[in-house]
């Protein structure tokens, strides 16, 4: 439970990167919140329940992502199982192609899917591959993602309204983000992890009075 066991997750190191508002400050509330978190985490032995339709898809077709993809390309990809950590981060990403990451994201329908956007949508993915990229040794990167259809049972548990993309060109269903390894914000990050590690201890100390 000490400050120095803390890591941070690949796919949560956006929740820990926004800056404070104010400059007197070190850390922002975002992240204040997510070692609150996290050292209830520790205290109570398990984890806060996070998910939803946007989660709750993208677990459930993430190996049917993997083999449309790999279809598309005509290339064979295999979903990685192993997870890779170092003093500071976890992560386990979703395919290593050699000396490349792809990371896979499935879209919950085609008004989540950023199919006119030229940079990714959400900052926490670009971190999540920079982690990937760090822990592994590579120095590219794939963000992919994609519009599959949706389950049947959270069809039922979620919206009325079946979701199937079948017979449409894969350029509709497919958009991929090419990343690029950047030495200085993986800094920025072990940086946090450190300021985290100390507002952690803080947090002990709080306790133990």
Do not use: H
């Amino acid at each position: 439970m000490k400050g120095n066991e803390f890591k941070i997750r690949a796919s949560a190191i956006g929740e820990i990167m926004s800056n404070p508002r104010a400059k007197k400050d070190k850390l922002s509330a975002t992240t204040k919140a997510y070692c609150q978190k996290w050292l209830k985490e520790q205290i109570y032995g398990r984890q806060e329940f996070n998910g939803n339709k946007y989660t709750e898809k993208g677990l459930q077709m993430e190996d049917e992502a993997i083999d449309y993809l790999s279809a598309i390309e005509g290339q064979f990809y295999l979903k990685n199982e192993s997870k890779f950590q170092d003093k500071f981060i976890t992560g386990t990403p979703d395919i290593i192609a050699g000396d490349t990451i792809i990371d896979i994201k499935c879209s919950w329908d085609e008004w989540t899917f950023p199919l006119f956007e030229d940079e990714i949508p959400t900052e926490g993915y670009y971190y999540q591959l920079q982690a990937y990229m760090y822990l592994t040794k590579r120095k590219k990167a794939k963000l992919v993602y994609c519009l599959m259809d949706t389950p049947e049972d959270l069809v039922n548990m979620w919206t009325d309204v079946p979701c199937s993309y079948e017979g449409l060109d894969s350029k509709y269903r497919i958009k991929t983000f090419d990343v690029e390894y950047d030495e200085a914000v993986i800094k920025q990050i072990i940086e946090r992890v450190k300021e985290c590690r100390e507002y952690i201890n803080e947090l002990n100390e709080k306790l133990d009075k």
